[in-house]
């Protein structure tokens, strides 16, 4: 599934699509806390399959565009667009999507595999 969760925040992948030369990633991150949630920051990067990340295989996947851009996320559904430039995954790599907490350690990684980028849907 396309889900991660830990201490009440949840991820979820909701849709992968392209358009032209750019790549857009649909996730919702729910807070099911009371406490909002200060995002130091969004990161991508692309691994190896299972999932070592150890410098020399890992590349990090510059966001070009966040939409909104929150930095803070409150209580509740929260739908986040991540555009970047037209990128792919081997088939032995995976995609990592981390969420980092400021001053907090409700820190969350998760997993996209290469299928679900291949699969991209045409955004009309």
Same mark, same amino acid.
């Given at each position: ?7 009440? &925040? +949840? ?7 392209? !358009?032209?030369? +750019? /790549? ?10 009371? &406490? ?7 990161? #991508?990067?692309?691994?190896?399959? +299972? ?7 890992? /590349?990090?996947?510059?966001?070009? !565009? &966040?939409?909104?851009?929150? +930095? ?37 990684? #998760? ?5 679900? /980028?291949? !699969? ?5």
């Amino acid at each position: 599934r396309n889900i991660a969760t830990y201490k009440n &925040i +949840k991820v979820i992948l909701r849709g992968v699509y392209v !358009q032209e030369n +750019k /790549i857009y990633l649909l996730m919702r991150i729910d807070n099911n806390s009371n &406490i909002t949630y200060d995002v130091n920051a969004y990161k #991508f990067y692309i691994t190896n399959d +299972k999932g070592i990340a150890a410098s020399e295989q890992t /590349i990090d996947l510059p966001i070009e !565009q &966040i939409t909104p851009d929150l +930095k803070v996320l409150p209580k509740g559904k929260n739908d986040l667009v991540f555009m970047f430039d037209k990128f792919s995954v081997g088939d032995d790599k995976q995609l990592l999507f981390e969420l980092t907490e400021k001053n907090g350690d409700r820190n969350i990684s #998760f997993k996209i595999i290469s299928s679900l /980028i291949d !699969q991209a849907q045409v955004y009309k």
